[in-house]
Nanobody, 121 residues
């Protein structure tokens, strides 16, 4: 499984970005997909996760109401729509997949390379 994240960049506080993560796997819909982020000097933290069917989603409290995770099982892609961005959202964002729906980084089976999101104040 290969995951390729894209869509990061520099945005002003209050702005929006949409991250994408394309997966090269035949059984994409069997995997739960998650987004995690890591700011300099911090541990990697959970952001959002979506079940294989897209029915179930979970968010970190810090992004709830501002971020939306979604997926397109035809395009083998998961998205993270980020609105009302704050400087504290600045981090490298990683997509990951797992067999089971989980918010724990240790449960992820595969990881993509990150994409940097920088939010200026």
């Amino acid at each position: 499984v290969q995951l390729q994240a894209s869509g990061g960049g520099l945005v002003q506080a209050g702005g929006s970005l949409r991250l994408s993560c394309a997966a090269s796997v035949r059984t994409f819909s069997r995997y739960a997909m998650g987004w995690f982020r890591q700011a300099p000097g911090n541990e990697r933290e959970f952001v959002a996760v979506i079940s294989g069917s897209g029915t179930n989603t979970h968010y970190a409290d810090s992004v709830k109401g501002r971020f939306t995770i979604s997926r397109d099982n035809i395009k083998n892609t998961v998205y993270l729509q980020m609105n009302s961005l704050k400087p504290e959202d600045t981090a490298v964002y990683y997509c990951a997949c797992s067999w089971a729906l989980s918010q724990s980084a240790t449960d992820m089976n595969y990881w993509g390379k990150g994409t940097l999101v920088t939010v200026s104040s």
